[in-house]
């Protein structure tokens, strides 16, 4: 499989190679490594998404929806079925909006994320754990290799990126 990705991956390697030699410790260079291409990743998409999905339309979109929510509310209080029912298909009329909206950004950024995934495992040894938590998670535990701890900055970084680009998504 390494052998058409081969050149790929050593282009790869010079770009990223170094973030996994930043100190003499192999576990914390993997740690840091995994680190900071799942911070970069995160900017990325959040960068992409920002300027690819349409953020005032988003935001209005989920300011109607929350007003047919509230609408469907008072029909199901009121009893009223067929209100309920033409708001429901409104709302999904909406929602199709917002899902296709919110994955234009996949367009151009499926590519080199599988392509990092793909270098990832092929860089960063899958037998060993970079990672030891002072708690366990339910489908990994306490110790995590390069993808768990991926997922685990992932979910901390993104938000936060969001948050500071003023996004919605």
Known sequence: MIGFLAPIYGIMTAMFGWLFHLTPDRNLNDMLGVFIIAAAISIFITVITGKVVDQKKMKATKTRMKEYQEKVKKAKTDGNTKEMNRLNKEMMSLQGDMFS?????????????????????????????????????????????????????????????????????
Do not use: H
């Not at 590519?111 to 489908?139: E, G, Q």
């Open 101 to 169: 909206n919110s994955f234009k950004p996949m367009l151009f950024t499926i590519v080199p994320i599988l392509l990092i995934f793909s270098w990832l495992r092929y860089y960063v040894p899958s037998d060993i754990n970079i990672v030891k938590l002072p708690f366990y998670l339910p489908i990994w535990g306490n110790e995590l290799g390069w993808f768990g701890w991926y997922f685990i900055v992932s979910i901390a970084v993104s938000p936060l990126v969001k948050k500071i680009l003023n996004l919605e998504m």
